[in-house]
């Protein structure tokens, strides 16, 4: 098979044969083809398109490139949770103990983030001490113990993936929904869970910028679950704006732990409820979304779900003194506020800015080698309807130095729009499952 015909059909808009798909994978796998012909290809997939058949085999090509996880010393339905990416998601951070004090284990494999999306591997590693590379006997025991563990891909889970996505970051072609459906279902399908609670975004911080296609990646993975008897629920919700009030990986962690006592922001406490309770239902622990509501609920107000989070840091090696005492997470060098121009109500606070001001602080990375720092990010007091007065502080800005600490706040303010009329806006847009598109 030659690689430069392929090329030339998907530039052409024809349709790929499984076997010059599966063909495409090996070689990009074992490293046979050079990088330009795998951008080239990744191109004319990013313009022309793919069809269900060419995602499907795309994807299976893709989780059977490396090696593949085993949960069967899991008893019971496995679900994994899975974010598309965004500005502030630590969504994980809540939900992952929230679901394992309702009796769901959660045996959760995360990633690290690149650009302006975070990752949950570097969340965690804000606390101190915390470990995220666990040993395969150490991760069951916590399992089988308390319910929980999370730790950074140590296998080599779908390396096709890997090298495409690599090729994808610097060649302007990650935002294509067949690209991404393919990267997210085949680590999915590798992982060994049996149902998948996708959390799609939507809006300025995320890839899918409008609702119509976010409904079509969140349908595409659906497809794909399906189709390889996975029960998927592809979430579809807003991120128009940052998620809740902190941005940046410590101030995250104290977001979370805030959230797990019950002081979380509505928009973000909203958002961790309706993912838990998908992923209660999709594991069988509550009859209905209703019953699952209740019982997530209760683990805020009795603790239990604070509770799990101790016990999930303490058994990593964090400190889980930083539950109790935050100036214990990493402290930022300056802090400094940024306040409203003018007396309004907040119309927009554009994400995808967010996200660039928190790579000028260094709260993410632009490549792979860049460091993180663990302290840095911003607290955005006010969001999108919210009435503020001039001068009234709406962030608050920590980084490393003064002068970066300057040029984040310009970005942060410049990040807000104001108007008169602007109203909050609901957090799940909508949800697919096997029956379809659900809109509330
Ligand atoms: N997350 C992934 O894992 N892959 C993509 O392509 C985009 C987001």
Do not use: W
């Not at 983030?113 to 949950?120: A, D, R, V």
């Not at 779908?158 to 067949?178: H, M, N, Q």
């Not at 961790?272 to 019982?295: H, K, N, P, Y």
């Not at 460091?371 to 955005?380: A, C, P, R």
């Amino acid at each position: 098979m030659n690689i430069v015909e392929i090329i030339e059909k998907k530039r052409d808009k024809k349709e790929l044969s499984d076997d010059e798909i599966r063909f495409f994978i090996n070689s990009v796998t074992d490293g046979s083809i050079p990088d330009y012909q795998i951008s080239a290809l990744l191109m004319a997939v990013f313009i022309n398109g793919m069809s269900d058949g060419e995602i499907s085999v795309l994807t299976d090509a893709m989780a059977n490139s490396g090696d593949k996880i085993d949960l069967s010393y899991i008893d019971g339905i496995k679900v994994d949770k899975h974010s598309s990416g965004g500005v502030g998601d630590k969504t994980t951070l809540v939900v992952a103990p929230m679901a394992a004090a309702c009796g769901l284990p959660v045996a959760k494999m995360s990633g690290r983030g690149l650009g302006f999306s975070g990752g949950t591997i570097d969340k965690l590693e804000s606390i101190p001490g915390f470990r995220t590379s666990l040993t395969e006997d150490e991760f069951v025991t916590f399992i089988k113990r308390d319910g929980i563990a999370i730790m950074g891909q140590t296998k080599n889970v779908a390396p096709a993936d890997k090298k495409l996505y690599a090729l994808r970051d610097v060649t302007g072609t990650v935002e294509s929904i067949p690209l991404i459906a393919a990267s997210i279902m085949s680590k999915k399908l590798a992982c060994g869970s049996n149902s998948i609670v996708l959390d799609v975004k939507c809006g300025s911080g995320a890839f899918m910028k409008t609702f119509e296609s976010a409904v079509l990646l969140a349908d595409k993975m659906e497809r794909i679950g399906r189709a390889n008897g996975r029960n998927v629920y592809a979430l579809i919700t807003d991120m128009d704006q940052p998620l809740g009030y902190a941005v940046g990986n410590g101030l995250e962690v104290r977001e979370a732990i805030e959230t797990l006592k019950g002081r979380g922001t509505e928009d973000f406490t909203e958002l961790c409820f309706i993912a838990a309770s998908f992923m209660l239902v999709a594991g069988e622990r509550a009859r209905d979304l209703t019953e699952a509501r209740r019982m997530l609920e209760k683990s805020i107000t009795d603790g239990s779900a604070l509770e799990k989070f101790r016990r999930l840091t303490e058994n990593q090696g964090g400190n889980p003194e930083i539950i109790e005492n935050y100036s214990l997470l990493p402290q930022a060098h300056t802090v400094i506020d940024a306040t409203s121009p003018v007396k309004a109500v907040v119309s927009a606070v554009n994400g995808e800015m967010i996200g660039s001001a928190a790579l000028t602080v260094k709260a993410g990375r632009l490549t792979k080698e860049d460091k993180i720092d663990y302290s840095t990010g911003f607290e955005l007091f006010a969001k999108t309807g919210d009435s503020v007065e001039e001068g009234q502080v709406i962030a608050r800005i920590c980084a490393p130095d003064e002068k970066t600490a300057e040029t984040a706040r310009e970005q942060v303010i410049s990040a807000y729009s104001f108007d008169d009329t602007a109203k909050k806006k609901k957090i799940l847009l909508g949800y697919i499952d096997k029956e379809g598109l659900h809109i509330d």
